[in-house]
T-cell receptor, first 112, second 112 residues
């Protein structure tokens, strides 16, 4: 079955770069996503990448995809205290099952 | 456009009661999803609509759960005979096609 795994926790200092990693098992994955969730709130879509891409950059965010290893990462440059949140990796297909499958989330703590 | 709207934001109910949640997706989004999220976990897929048709249901969606999207716009999720294990955040998301799926703020259900 489909599975998405993430490490549970990451702590960085303000101004450093953060790298959050994710692995997935479904070779049929078409889209891979990063969502941010702050306490008590819904999920905010940060960025997504199509499976035929290997990199996408959007301001402070860089997504890298290694399709061979089924590994996705999110790099946040110049991490700020406002970036403290839980980050979820998710994947979906363009045919068949359309729903997103999420990992359990990585809690990012940014220390001043 | 105000994004995906969910009501109520919070619901406390006694075990055995029925509850209904509403989701208003982003205008013109033909796809609507319901997810459930428990503490420390990522969202788990419940069901998916394309327009008014319910195309996918998770095995998590027991016969006490029912969802509708009568005119292909807003959707409701009803839980009958609630149990303490139903306590969770219920999230709705919508999309216009492949790629971006936007989430609402969720409805937090507490069954006492």
């Amino acid at each position: 079955g489909e599975d998405v795994e993430q490490s549970l926790f990451l702590s960085v200092r303000e101004g450093d770069s953060s790298v959050i990693n994710c692995t997935y098992t479904d070779s049929s994955s078409t889209y891979l996503y990063w969502y941010k969730q702050e306490p008590g709130a819904g999920l905010q879509l940060l960025t997504y990448i199509f499976s035929n891409m290997d990199m996408k950059q959007d301001q402070r965010l860089t997504v890298l995809l290694n399709k061979k290893d089924k590994h996705l990462s999110l790099r946040i440059a110049d991490t700020q205290t406002g970036d403290s949140a839980i980050y979820f990796c998710a994947e979906s297909r363009s045919t068949g099952r359309r729903a997103l499958t999420f990992g359990s989330g990585t809690r990012l703590q940014v220390q001043p | 456009d105000t994004g995906v709207s969910q009501n109520p934001r919070h619901k406390i109910t006694k075990r055995g009661q029925n509850v209904t949640f509403r989701c208003d997706p982003i205008s013109e989004h033909n796809r609507l999803y319901w997810y459930r999220q428990t503490l420390g976990q990522g969202p788990e897929f419940l069901t998916y609509f394309q327009n008014e048709a319910q195309l996918e249901k998770s095995r998590l969606l027991s016969d006490r759960f029912s969802a509708e999207r009568p005119k292909g716009s807003f959707s409701t999720l009803e839980i009958q005979r609630t149990e303490q294990g139903d306590s969770a955040m219920y999230l709705c998301a919508s999309s216009s096609g492949e790629g971006e799926a936007f989430f609402g703020q969720g409805t937090r259900l507490t069954v006492v």
